[in-house]
C-alpha cells in the first residue's frame, strides 16, 4: 500500500510559476513509477507527465512541453511537477500517481492516487 499527499497547489496569475510536490509513505518508493494527471471540471483525467522508478525517463503531454518538468529524490520520497508560463488552460486539479509497473502514460496504469491539488491560473 502507498498513501499519496499532494501539496503545492494555488492561484496564480498567467505567466507564474507553481512547483507541485507528493510526498509518498507505505512500500519502497523507488519501487514506483510516478505520474501527475490534472482533471478540470466536466473534462476526463488525463497524463501531464510520468517519470521512471530511478528518475532516468521521463514523459510529458504535448500541451506541457517546455513548461513543466517532473523530477523526483527517492531519498525524500517525494515526486514534483515544476509548473513554469502557466496558462489559464492549464486550470485543474493535479493529482499524483503510483504505478507499480514504472513510466506508464495511461490512467489504467497506476494504482496509486493522492487527493489532489487545485492548481488556478487566472489571465
Known amino acids: 500500500q502507498v498513501q499519496l499527499v499532494e501539496s503545492g497547489g494555488g492561484l496564480v496569475q498567467a505567466g507564474g510559476s507553481l512547483r507541485l510536490s507528493c510526498v509518498a509513505s507505505g512500500r519502497t518508493f523507488s519501487s514506483y513509477g510516478m505520474g501527475w494527471f490534472r482533471q478540470a471540471p466536466g473534462k476526463e483525467r488525463d497524463i501531464v507527465a510520468a517519470i521512471s522508478y530511478s528518475g532516468g525517463r521521463t514523459y510529458y503531454a504535448d500541451s506541457v512541453k517546455g513548461r513543466f518538468t517532473i523530477f523526483r529524490d527517492n531519498a525524500k520520497n517525494t515526486v514534483y511537477l515544476q509548473m513554469n508560463s502557466l496558462k489559464p488552460e492549464d486550470t485543474a486539479v493535479y493529482y499524483c500517481?503510483?504505478?507499480?509497473?514504472?513510466?506508464?502514460?495511461?490512467?489504467?496504469?497506476?494504482?496509486?492516487w493522492g487527493q489532489g491539488t487545485q492548481v488556478t491560473v487566472s489571465s
Open positions: 500517481a503510483a504505478s507499480p509497473l514504472g513510466l506508464r502514460v495511461g490512467v489504467l496504469g497506476y494504482d496509486y
